[in-house]
């Protein structure tokens, strides 16, 4: 009786470095339009490495987006309720 070898696994090799990775990943921070697209673009390509990269890139935006928006809701409120609260620095 005859036993057929097996072969070896296929060895994972990453598509995208590191350091690309963490360039994307801060401009989507930074520029949340960038990070969009990039999440757009990387989600279409079919390997399961670009569409996680893709959806990081998207999540890393939009977390961008959020924070944005309650840092300029904080500038634009805190100034009031200091000054209704007679704490007016002028």
């Keep these: 009786m005859y036993y ?5 696994p296929p060895v ?9 990775k963490f360039i994307l990943y801060a401009l989507s ?11 757009i673009i990387f989600m279409s390509k079919g ?9 990081t890139c998207l999540i890393i935006s939009i977390v ?4 944005g928006c ?3 809701v904080g500038f634009s409120v805190v ?3 200091l000054e209704a609260g007679g704490m007016s620095t002028y």
């Design 4 to 8: 057929q070898q097996q072969p070896p």
């Design 12 to 20: 994972y090799q990453p598509q995208y470095s590191g350091c690309l």
């Design 29 to 39: 921070f930074c520029i949340p339009l960038v990070g969009i697209i990039a999440g």
């Design 47 to 55: 390997n399961p490495e670009a569409s996680s990269l893709g959806k």
């Design 64 to 67: 961008a987006i959020v924070i």
């Design 70 to 72: 309650c840092v300029g």
């Design 79 to 81: 100034p009031i309720i």
